[in-house]
C-alpha cells in the first residue's frame, strides 16, 4: 500500500483556516441585547463583556430544524472607553526579591523558635517578634494593556494574553485583600455556610471563578462557581481520627498522619500564633527531650527537659492525652520547634491536596449540585459579595462591572435520526431514546464463555437466565456458559496477583480451549483490586474479552446497559446513525475519512510520580464513525503534549498514530484516509500551538513515514470542557435543552469556536463542550462542522443518551484510565515492551512501560 506525508500545513494559530464570518446565520442567529444593555454598549464602546453565567429566554421556533434561544451575559464595561490613555497604556511588571531577618524567641525548644519565615505568615502577626525585610525591585517587562483593545477587535498579539492576565492578577489581589483562599483564578470565603462536610477531615469549598475574557461583545468577566477541598478546621487529632477513621488516639498511624499534617497550618494554644507544620517529633511527647535556656541569677544555664515537663511544669498548661502521642514540629529541620498535639488546631481554609475516597469523591459530587437558577443566585450573591466596582486598581483601568445580564442568542440542533435492528428507525427525545422492544443493528453471538466470582455475593443461576432473557429480547444469541468458577474462600485475603492467577489456573482446568468472553463478578463496584490485575490478564496476556460488574443491583434495565458494553467489545453495533447507515454523511462520507481522538490522563492529586497515559482512539470500518480502536504509552508524569505520536525507531515508526492508520487501511477496504478530522481533549489556550507545532507535526511525520507521496488533509479540533462558561434559560429553572449551540458573543472575536450543549443536563446545570478549530484543510462550513460534532455525541455505543462531548474523545479517555489501572497494581519493567513512553529527562529514571494488548483484542473496543 503507498503512504505519503505532505508539507507541514500552512494555518496555524493564533489566526485559524476557518473565517468566524462563516459562522453566520441568516435565519438563527440575529444578535439580541436587551435595551438597557445596549445603552452600556454605546456608552462604553467596546469594553462590555461576559460573565461566563449565560441565561437563555424561552426558546423561540423559527423553524421545522432550527431553534433560537435568547442568552443573557453578565457585562463589564469602562465608562469612557475600554481603557484611559493615561492610564492603560502599559503596566510595569517587577521582580521581586525578598530577605527576612527575624528577632525572635518562644517557648518550644530553641533560641528563635524555630518559626517559619515571613513567607509563611499569611494570616496572624506576632508581635514579640519583629521582622525586618529588605525589598530589591527589578525591572522585568512592560505590558501593553492596549493590546486587550486589539485582541477584541481581531487583531492579536503576544501581549494580549500576558495583558488579560495582568488583570487577572488584579482580581487575585482583590480577593486576596479579603481574606480568601486563592486556587489559581478561584477564591474561597471563610464562609461556613459555603461548606460541606465530606468525611475523613475533609470539607468541600464552594467559592467563585473570576477572569476576564476577550470575546465578540468587548471585554468580559468570567465568572462561576468553583470547589475546591479543604482541611477541616479544628483540632489537629480531631482530624487524624477522621482522616484515619479511628476512634482513639492509639489507634493513629502516624506514619500516615504525618504526610497528611505536612505543610498544613496550625495556631497554637495558650498564645494563639501561627505556624506551618514541618514534620513530627521522633518519639513521644514525655520523651522527647530539647535544650531550655534558664537564667539563673547573672547567668544563663541549659538543662535538657523533655516538651511534656516544659508545658506542665513551666507553663502550667494540663495535657490530657499528648504524653504518649507524637509532637508537632513547627519548626525547622534543624532547629524543631515542638508543640503537644492538643494544644494544636488547624486554620481554616487550607487546601487538601490529598486523593479523595470513593465515597468522598460521591459525596462532593451530590453536594456541590445546583441546579441553574441555583446556581444563578449564587454568582449574583459572589459578584457583590466581591464588590469589584471598589477596587483602585480596575477604577484605574477605567472597568466597571455591570450588574445586569446580556442577552445573547443560540441554536437548538435537531437530534439525528437513529437506527436499530429490522430497519427500525426513531428519533431521540430530549437527548434519550429508550432500546426495550428494540433489536440492535449488529449483535456479537456469545459462545464459549464462562463466568467467573471474585468473592461477590448474588444468584449466579439467577443472573445468567435472566442476562440470556434480556439478550434474546436485544437480539444477541447467547449460549449456556461453559462453568461457573467460584474463588476459594481461602483466597479471598490472598495477593490480588495470586487471586488473579489461581482463577486463570481454574479456568485452564475446567474449559477445553480458550474462552472467547469472560464475565467477572467482583465483591465492590469501584476500586476493586482485582480489576486492574484481572483486566491486564485478560486483554495483555491472554486476549480474552471481559466484562466486570458488581451485581449489587441487578434488573433488567442494568442488564440491558451491560449487554450494550459486552456487544460493543465483540465487535457489534448498537445503534447507527441513520446518515451513517445510508453512508450518506456530508464531507466525511464522500471521501474516506479517519476520526481520531486523543487523551492524556494524569495522575490523582497525590500521585504526581506516576507516569501519565496518552491514548490515540481512531475510527474504523469507513463510511462508519461509530466504531472505534485505541493505543496508549505512558510518558513523562504530568506531560501533556503527546510524545509517541510518531516514534522512529531506525527505519521504522513505533509510535500510537501508524498502528490507527494501517488498521483503517485493512478494515477500510484497503482505503488511505484522504481525510484526518483530530478531536484533541484536555489542553488550554496556552497551549494551543503545541499542538499544532508538536503533535499534528507528529501525525504528519507518521504519514510520510508510511508513504511519502500521501497527503491527507487535516482538521484539528479541541475540546474543552474543564471550562466556567454556563448557559441557563430565562424565566425557566431548567437546563438548556439538548443540542443548543452559542457561536457568537461569548466566542473568541477571531477564532473559530463554538460552545455545544448536546446532552441532557439531568442532575444540576449542564456543562456546554467548548470546541475550538485550530486547523481546518478540509473545508467545513460553521453549520456543516457543528452537526458532525453534535453526531458524534450519538455514536457512544455505551449508552441510549447523547453525551456531553464527541464520543471519540470520550472513548479516548475511557482507554487511558482502564490500561491506567494496570499500573497500579504491579511494579512494571521498563523494558517489558515497546508501549511505554521512554525516560522522563536526560539522566532519569525511564518511565514505566504497559504491557502491550493481545493481538485478539487490539483493535476491539476493549475500552468500551
Known amino acids: 500500500m503507498g503512504w505519503e506525508r505532505r508539507a507541514s500545513p500552512s494555518s496555524c494559530l493564533p489566526t485559524t483556516t476557518k473565517s468566524l464570518s462563516s459562522l453566520q446565520r441568516s435565519s438563527s442567529t440575529t444578535t439580541m441585547l436587551i435595551s438597557s444593555m445596549r445603552m452600556i454598549r454605546q456608552s462604553t464602546a467596546r469594553a462590555s463583556a461576559e460573565r461566563s453565567l449565560i441565561s437563555c429566554s424561552t426558546p423561540t421556533v423559527l423553524s421545522s430544524r432550527t431553534r433560537t434561544l435568547h442568552m443573557m451575559v453578565k457585562r463589564a464595561s469602562s465608562p469612557s472607553g475600554l481603557f484611559h490613555r493615561s492610564t492603560m497604556s502599559s503596566s510595569w511588571y517587577w521582580k521581586t526579591s525578598v530577605v527576612a531577618r527575624t528577632a525572635a524567641g518562644s517557648p518550644g525548644g530553641n533560641n528563635n523558635n524555630g518559626s517559619p519565615g515571613g513567607g509563611d505568615q499569611k494570616r496572624v ?66 464562609n461556613p455556610s459555603s461548606f460541606v462536610d465530606l468525611g475523613g477531615g475533609v470539607m468541600g469549598c464552594r467559592g467563585f471563578h473570576s ?55 496550625i495556631k497554637t494554644t495558650p498564645a494563639n500564633s501561627e505556624f506551618k507544620i514541618v514534620g513530627l517529633s521522633e ?73 479523595l475516597s470513593t465515597m468522598q469523591r460521591t459525596s462532593l459530587v451530590e453536594k456541590s449540585r445546583q441546579k441553574p437558577h441555583e446556581r444563578m443566585s449564587t454568582l449574583n450573591d459572589a459578584l457583590k459579595r466581591s464588590n469589584y466596582d471598589a477596587d483602585p486598581m480596575l477604577k484605574a483601568c477605567g472597568i466597571q462591572i455591570a450588574q445586569n445580564f446580556t442577552q445573547i442568542e443560540g441554536r437548538v440542533l435537531p437530534a439525528p435520526k437513529l437506527k436499530a435492528g429490522n430497519g427500525e428507525e426513531f428519533f431521540a427525545r430530549n437527548g ?5 422492544r428494540k433489536k440492535l443493528i449488529r449483535t456479537s453471538s456469545v459462545k464459549r464463555w464462562s463466568v467467573v466470582n471474585f468473592s461477590a455475593r448474588c444468584d449466579l443461576r439467577g443472573l445468567v437466565h435472566d442476562l440470556k432473557r434480556v439478550a434474546t429480547g436485544m437480539g444477541l444469541e447467547y449460549e449456556d456458559p461453559h462453568t461457573v468458577i467460584e474463588e476459594s474462600p481461602s483466597l479471598r485475603r490472598a495477593p490480588v496477583a495470586r487471586r488473579v492467577e ?48 458488581a451485581p449489587q443491583r441487578v434488573n433488567d434495565q ?71 480502536r485505541a493505543t496508549v504509552h505512558t510518558q513523562s508524569p504530568k506531560q501533556e503534549m503527546m510524545a509517541s505520536l510518531f516514534k522512529p525507531r531506525g527505519t521504522e515508526d513505533d509510535g500510537l498514530i501508524r498502528e490507527s492508520l494501517i488498521d483503517f487501511y485493512t478494515s477500510s477496504g484497503k482505503r488511505k484516509p484522504d481525510q484526518v478530522i483530530i478531536f484533541r481533549d484536555g489542553v488550554s489556550e496556552s497551549q494551543f500551538t503545541q499542538v499544532i507545532n508538536i503533535e499534528l507535526e507528529q501525525i504528519i511525520e507518521a504519514c510520510k513515514c508510511l ?14 470542557k474543564n471550562h466556567h462558561t454556563r448557559f441557563f434559560q430565562t424565566n425557566s429553572p431548567e437546563n438548556v435543552p439538548p443540542g443548543t449551540v452559542v457561536d457568537k458573543q461569548v466566542c473568541h472575536p477571531k477564532n473559530f469556536d463554538f460552545y455545544m450543549c448536546a446532552h441532557a443536563g439531568m442532575i444540576g446545570t449542564s456543562r456546554p463542550t467548548h ?25 457512544y455505543q455505551r449508552s441510549t443518551t447523547a453525551i456531553s462531548v464527541a464520543a471519540p474523545i470520550a472513548y479516548a479517555h475511557l482507554a487511558a484510565a482502564q490500561v491506567g489501572t494496570f499500573m497500579k497494581f504491579e511494579d512494571m519493567s521498563d523494558t517489558s515492551s515497546s508501549q511505554g513512553g521512554g525516560h522522563t529527562s536526560a539522566g532519569s529514571a525511564p518511565v514505566p512501560e504497559l504491557p502491550r494488548l493481545h493481538e485478539k483484542v487490539r483493535s476491539s473496543m476493549f475500552f468500551c
Open 283 to 355: 518519639r513521644n511527647c514525655n520523651e522527647q527531650m530539647f535544650p531550655l535556656r534558664r537564667r539563673n541569677g547573672d547567668t544563663t544555664e541549659t538543662v535538657e527537659i523533655t516538651v511534656y515537663d516544659y508545658f506542665v511544669k513551666n507553663r502550667g498548661i494540663e495535657l490530657r492525652y499528648s504524653g504518649n502521642l507524637p509532637c508537632i514540629n513547627a519548626g525547622r529541620p534543624k532547629r524543631p520547634t515542638y508543640f503537644p498535639v492538643e494544644l494544636c488546631t488547624l486554620v481554616p481554609l487550607q487546601r487538601y491536596t490529598k486523593a
Open 707 to 720: 508513504d511519502d507521496k500521501w497527503e491527507p488533509k487535516f482538521t484539528v479540533i479541541v475540546a474543552q
Open 211 to 265: 477572569s476576564f475574557r476577550g470575546t465578540q461583545s468587548g471585554l468580559s468577566l468570567n465568572i462561576d462557581v468553583s470547589t475546591t477541598m479543604i482541611v477541616k478546621p479544628g483540632p489537629v487529632i480531631d482530624f487524624l481520627l477522621a482522616n484515619q477513621k479511628v476512634d482513639h488516639p492509639d489507634k493513629i498511624d502516624w506514619q500516615k498522619a504525618k504526610r497528611a499534617l505536612k505543610n498544613l497550618r
Open 771 to 795: 470546541y475550538h478549530v485550530l486547523h481546518d484543510e478540509i473545508g467545513f462550513s460553521g453549520d456543516e462542522l457543528q452537526e458532525f460534532v453534535h453526531s458524534l455525541s450519538y455514536v
Open 502 to 549: 489461581e482463577m486463570f489456573a481454574q479456568i485452564k482446568a475446567k474449559l477445553p480451549g480458550a474462552p472467547l468472553f469472560l464475565l467477572c463478578l467482583l465483591p465492590e463496584r469501584k476500586n476493586c483490586e482485582v480489576y486492574g490485575p484481572w483486566k491486564k490478564k485478560c486483554l495483555a496476556d491472554f486476549g480474552i474479552v471481559t466484562q466486570c460488574l
Open 432 to 436: 434519550r431514546w429508550n432500546i426495550a
Open 558 to 628: 442494568y442488564l440491558s446497559n451491560l449487554l450494550l458494553k459486552i456487544n460493543a467489545k465483540l465487535g457489534g453495533l448498537n445503534t447507527l446513525l441513520q446518515i451513517e447507515a445510508a453512508r450518506a454523511i456530508p464531507i466525511v462520507g464522500k471521501v474516506p475519512t479517519i476520526i481520531l481522538g486523543m487523551d492524556v490522563s494524569h495522575g490523582q492529586p497525590g500521585q504526581s510520580d506516576r507516569p501519565s497515559i496518552a491514548a490515540v482512539v481512531s475510527s474504523r470500518e469507513w463510511p462508519l464513525i461509530s466504531k472505534y
Open 125 to 190: 502577626r506576632r508581635p514579640y517578634q519583629a521582622k525586618t525585610f529588605k525589598v530589591e525591585l527589578n525591572f522585568a517587562a512592560t505590558i501593553p494593556m492596549a493590546a486587550i483593545g486589539h485582541a477584541i477587535r481581531g487583531q492579536e498579539s503576544e501581549h494580549s494574553l500576558e495583558a488579560l492576565r495582568v488583570l487577572d492578577i488584579i482580581l487575585r489581589q482583590h480577593s486576596a485583600k479579603q481574606g480568601c483562599l486563592l486556587v489559581r483564578q478561584s477564591f474561597f470565603h471563610n
